[in-house]
């Protein structure tokens, strides 16, 4: 069964969507990010994927607090990213109650210490963040290209003791067009036991269940909840 995972993204404390990863692209939802939580939970759901913008733009971990407040007062498994680029910023962000963290950026530009982060935490608790635009990586809240080949990028990681990764086509991110299946199928191919989990366009159920029946891990959904093309009790189907 494949894995449902609502995605809240943080710009000022806020519950905000991105078109694109373009900041001046910006829609805030709701100011109160705990009580989009607090429906996510009530729906039944048991994940959540946390971003924080702000953290992912500045380099360095700035929405903690809203991650301690959604820990502490919901039972959800939260896997935060966004900014995350030093030993003090993981640590923040597990002591404020996150179960895994995704790094991007940092394993492009610091590969010492995101493989120093499998060492220490783990495979099961290190998620590699592997965003791809025209199938090369993109960071920093993908305002930065790279000539990174994503496959090979993610198959080195593997190598490594990555066990998850979230990876996004930057070209289909908040458009509600659908996902890009061939991206997930090219990495599937490549590394046949990564628990991939699929990121950006998801525009309807039926997206969901193409994604279901190639045996993708997980899928975060986001913009598709906040504008009504999927209801949190249409997700229910899903929930083992």
């Known amino acids: 069964m494949i894995q449902i995972i609502p995605a809240i993204d943080m710009i000022d404390g806020k519950c905000v969507r991105l078109t694109q ?32 913008l702000d953290g992912a733009k500045a380099k360095k971990v700035v929405n903690w607090k809203v991650l301690e407040k959604i820990a502490t007062q919901t039972s959800l498994h939260i896997d935060f990213g966004g900014g995350v680029q030093s030993e003090e910023d993981i640590r923040v962000v597990f002591e404020s ?29 290190i998620i590699l963040g592997a965003d791809a635009k025209n199938e090369k990586v993109a960071v920093s809240g993908w305002e930065e290209g790279t000539e990174l080949w994503v496959y090979d990028f993610v198959e ?50 039926e997206d969901i269940e193409k994604l279901a029946e190639m045996n993708i891990y997980g899928v975060i959904i986001g913009k598709a909840i906040y504008e009504n093309r999927i209801s949190l009790t249409d997700l229910q189907r899903f929930l083992a």
């Open 156 to 205: 080195e990681y593997v190598d490594k003791g990555v066990k998850y990764t979230i990876s996004t086509d930057v070209a289909k991110d908040g458009l509600l067009q659908g996902p890009s299946f061939d991206l997930y199928k090219n990495l599937q191919d490549k590394c046949p036991d990564l628990k991939i989990i699929a990121s950006g366009g998801i525009s309807g159920l």
């Open 21 to 52: 990863g373009d900041y001046g692209k910006k829609t805030i939802y709701n100011e109160n990010p705990l009580e989009v939580a607090l429906e996510f939970q009530d729906a039944g759901l048991t994940r959540l994927h946390l971003v924080d």
């Open 97 to 125: 109650g996150a179960k895994q963290v995704t790094g991007g950026s940092v394993a492009v530009k610091q590969p010492d210490l995101f493989k120093n982060w499998l060492e220490v935490y783990g495979g099961d608790k």
